[in-house]
Structures are given as C-alpha cells and as structure tokens.
C-alpha cells in the first residue's frame, strides 16, 4: 500500500503545478488570478489541516481510545519511546516504565485505536506487534494499538528533579512503599516523564488531544498542585499553549541535561466540603 503521507505531498506538489500553471500574462484578468491563487491556497489549507493528515495517517476511520495505562501495556510503551525519541538518552527504559505502570498506573494515559487486521494489511506503526485483543476469541481478530502516551509519578517539590527521573533499584521487593527516588505517595506535584507520539501521527493533534485529556484527569485529583515537567528548549513553546508556564533553567542533568522546568498550576475542581464550602476554586 502507498504510504499516505508520501501520496499527500506529490498531490499537493501537483497542485502547486496547477498553481504555476495560471497564466499571468497581462490579456489575464489579476483579480481572476489572485481569486485562484487564494481558493487553492484554501483547498491546500484544508488538506493540509491536523485532522486530515489524521485521517490520511490510517486507511480506517480513527475513533480514539484513550484510558489510563496498565503494566501490560509497558511493551508498548516501550516501542512507542524508541520510535518517538531520537536521543536514546532522552528515553525512559523498559523497566522505568514497568515500575512507574505498577507503582502509580493512575497517573498515565494511553490513546489507543481499534486495528482489524484484515483492514489494515500494509499498515505499519511501531506498536502493531505488541497490541493486545480487544476480546478474547473475537473473529474478526481486532487489536487495541498504543498511538501516544504520557506516564507521571508524583513528586514532592516543585519541578521535576534527577531524584523523581529515577527509580529504586529495589522496588520489586519493597511492597510499594516509597524510596529516596522515584515515586512519592504523599506528593502533590504530578511529575509528567514521559509523553510520546507515534511518528507517523506526530503532528496530527494526538499530543494536543492526550495533554488537554491529561491536564483535565489531574486537575479532579485530590491533594494535586501542579503538573511539572523539563523539556528542551525547542519544546517550551509547546507547552506554554497549554498554560505550563515557563519557571526556566533546570537542574535536573537526566540525559545529559539542557533541561527546561515547565509547571502546569491545577486549580482543581469544586468540591464541597462537609461544612458546604469548596476546598478549591473552579479553573
Ligand atoms: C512533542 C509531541 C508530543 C507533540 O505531539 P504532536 O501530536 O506532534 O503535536 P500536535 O499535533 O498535537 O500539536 C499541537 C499544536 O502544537 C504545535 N506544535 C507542535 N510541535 C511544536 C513545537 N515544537 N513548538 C511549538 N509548537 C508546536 C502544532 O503546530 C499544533 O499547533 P495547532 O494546534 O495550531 O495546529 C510529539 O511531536 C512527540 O512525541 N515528539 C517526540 C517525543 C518528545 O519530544 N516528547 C516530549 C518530551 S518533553
């Protein structure tokens, strides 16, 4: 099968053909020309715009799926990283996530689509082969695929620090309970880790569809401040959109360091207290 992108660019390098191929000699009316110039720029716009590269991105209709992450979805997780992350250091291991999935599943958010493999042949995503059924013994054989993902643990300061990246070496064997590093219960910063897309959906609306679900799922958690993460430079902007705001340098050395400190403030929802007053404001 051709790959959709590919078959969206040399379509839309025809029609920058087509456009070249308006005659702009003087016996031409220029208003009629610039009304040409203009309703192909909009027809471009519109193919161009996040939700048909979606669209274009599957060869079935997208109808998204999105729920917390649990430990057996670490496969995928993993997968999803490698492909998403071009700097290996900048990825979390296969075992970071097998902690963070089993210590604080609550904190994590997967998008996931529905794939029948008999409507998908040819359809590459680096998550296909770890995807599980959606039903045991279900004919037509279909498959829950990761597209994105964020996973978080909670943190006791601020920003997110070199002691929050990390992970107790034994924690298999600690029963759950809190280490130096890693995650701490009694938090109320949700330290965001890890947020990845698929390459082949980067830029498509995903990031935005996972981080404003995110933001809203944490914002009704109880004893929760604040989302903090460190990003790159290239990426403070990215953030900022959603209202992170940026705090600046960070300490944190993860990954050979670089960092910037952004911090989401939550303003939680309103909940009555016994006593009739609410404990937060509303956002
Ligand atoms: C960063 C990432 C999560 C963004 O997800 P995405 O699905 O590609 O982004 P979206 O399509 O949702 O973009 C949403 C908006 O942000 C804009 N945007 C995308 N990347 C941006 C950037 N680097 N800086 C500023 N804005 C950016 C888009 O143009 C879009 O704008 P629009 O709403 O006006 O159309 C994704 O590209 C990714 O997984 N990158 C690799 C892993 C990574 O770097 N993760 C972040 C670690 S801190």
């Given at each position: 099968?051709?790959?959709?992108q590919?078959?969206?660019?040399?379509k839309?390098?025809?029609?920058?053909?087509?456009?070249?191929?308006?005659?702009?000699?003087?016996?031409?009316?220029?208003?009629?020309?610039?009304?040409?110039?203009?309703?192909?720029?909009?027809r471009?716009?519109?193919?161009e715009?996040?939700?048909?590269?979606l669209?274009?991105?599957?060869?079935f209709?997208?109808?998204?799926n999105?729920?917390p992450?649990?430990?057996?979805d670490?496969?995928?997780?993993?997968?999803?990283?490698?492909?998403?992350?071009?700097?290996?250091?900048?990825?979390?291991?296969?075992?970071?996530?097998?902690?963070?999935?089993?210590?604080?599943?609550?904190?994590?958010?997967?998008?996931?689509?529905?794939?029948?493999?008999?409507?998908?042949?040819?359809?590459?995503?680096?998550?296909?082969?770890?995807?599980?059924?959606?039903?045991?013994?279900?004919?037509?054989?279909?498959?829950?695929?990761?597209?994105?993902?964020?996973?978080?643990?909670?943190?006791?300061g601020?920003?997110?620090?070199?002691s929050?990246?990390?992970?107790?070496?034994?924690?298999?064997?600690?029963?759950?309970?809190?280490?130096?590093v890693?995650?701490?219960?009694?938090?109320?910063?949700?330290?965001?880790?890890?947020?990845?897309?698929?390459?082949?959906?980067?830029?498509?609306?995903?990031?935005?569809?996972?981080?404003?679900?995110?933001l809203?799922?944490m914002?009704?958690?109880?004893?929760?401040?604040?989302?903090?993460?460190?990003?790159?430079?290239?990426?403070?902007?990215?953030?900022?959109?959603?209202?992170?705001?940026h705090?600046?340098?960070?300490?944190?050395?993860?990954?050979?360091g670089?960092?910037?400190?952004?911090?989401?403030?939550?303003?939680?929802?309103?909940?009555?207290?016994?006593?009739?007053?609410?404990?937060?404001?509303?956002?």
């Amino acid at each position: 099968m051709a790959d959709p992108q590919s078959a969206a660019t040399s379509k839309t390098a025809q029609e920058d053909d087509i456009d070249l191929a308006v005659d702009e000699t003087d016996d031409v009316d220029s208003d009629f020309v610039s009304l040409q110039k203009t309703l192909s720029q909009k027809r471009r716009a519109a193919k161009e715009s996040p939700e048909s590269r979606l669209q274009m991105a599957f060869p079935f209709p997208f109808a998204p799926n999105i729920r917390p992450l649990t430990v057996s979805d670490c496969e995928s997780c993993v997968a999803l990283e490698n492909a998403a992350f071009p700097n290996p250091d900048h990825r979390a291991s296969g075992e970071k996530f097998e902690y963070r999935l089993t210590t604080c599943p609550e904190l994590s958010l997967g998008v996931f689509c529905t794939v029948v493999p008999n409507q998908a042949k040819g359809w590459k995503i680096e998550t296909l082969a770890s995807a599980k059924a959606v039903e045991t013994d279900r004919p037509d054989g279909a498959v829950s695929v990761l597209l994105a993902h964020i996973v978080s643990t909670r943190a006791c300061g601020e920003v997110v620090g070199d002691s929050d990246m990390a992970y107790p070496s034994d924690w298999r064997s600690r029963g759950g309970k809190s280490a130096d590093v890693g995650h701490q219960e009694c938090g109320q910063t949700i330290a965001l880790h890890s947020l990845a897309v698929s390459p082949k959906l980067q830029g498509c609306g995903v990031g935005k569809m996972i981080v404003k679900d995110y933001l809203q799922r944490m914002n009704s958690l109880d004893r929760t401040d604040r989302v903090s993460l460190i990003c790159q430079d290239y990426l403070v902007s990215y953030y900022e959109r959603f209202g992170f705001k940026h705090v600046g340098e960070s300490k944190a050395n993860f990954g050979g360091g670089g960092w910037h400190d952004m911090v989401f403030t939550l303003q939680g929802s309103q909940k009555p207290t016994p006593g009739g007053e609410p404990e937060k404001e509303t956002v």
